[in-house]
């Protein structure tokens, strides 16, 4: 089994950061990819950021709502990745949910339903 543990939510007013971690335990892999998800009240739960590993290198990936301010990163050997979210709007208030899928490849890391393991989230407020 796997768990996983989100921080750095909080409150923030627009134009602001905040910075996002997951700390996974437990199974690990030596392939996986690890996203960031949201969800907004009242909405349902949209792809943010993945980050793929594979043994040597990484790839990330980004929805375009949130390309060029949020950076996606992680610390393999520490089995954590982080979410740097910067020029924060309104509009990126939500919970922030991380997840793990244990392939790397042969799986569409923009669909919260190839994900095998979740967070508990952590909740990112923006004020205007």
């Known amino acids: 089994q796997v768990q996983l543990v989100e921080s750095g939510g909080g409150l923030v007013q627009a134009g602001g950061s905040l910075r996002l971690s997951c700390a996974a335990s437990?199974?690990?892999?030596?392939?996986?990819?690890m996203g960031w998800f949201r969800q907004a009240p009242g909405k349902e739960r949209e792809f943010v950021s993945a980050?793929?590993?594979?043994?040597?290198?990484?790839?990330?990936h980004y929805a375009d709502s949130v390309k060029g301010r949020f950076t996606i990163s992680g610390d393999n050997a520490k089995n954590t990745v982080y979410l740097q979210m910067n020029s924060l709007k309104p509009e990126d208030t939500a919970d922030y949910y991380c997840?793990?899928?244990?392939?790397?490849?042969?799986?569409?890391?923009?669909?919260?339903?190839?994900?095998?393991?979740w967070g508990q989230g952590t909740q990112v407020t923006v004020s205007s």
């Open positions: 437990g199974r690990t892999f030596s392939t996986y990819a």
């Open positions: 997840a793990l899928d244990r392939r790397a490849f042969g799986t569409n890391i923009f669909n919260q339903y190839e994900y095998d393991y």
């Open positions: 980050i793929r590993w594979f043994g040597t290198g990484s790839s990330s």
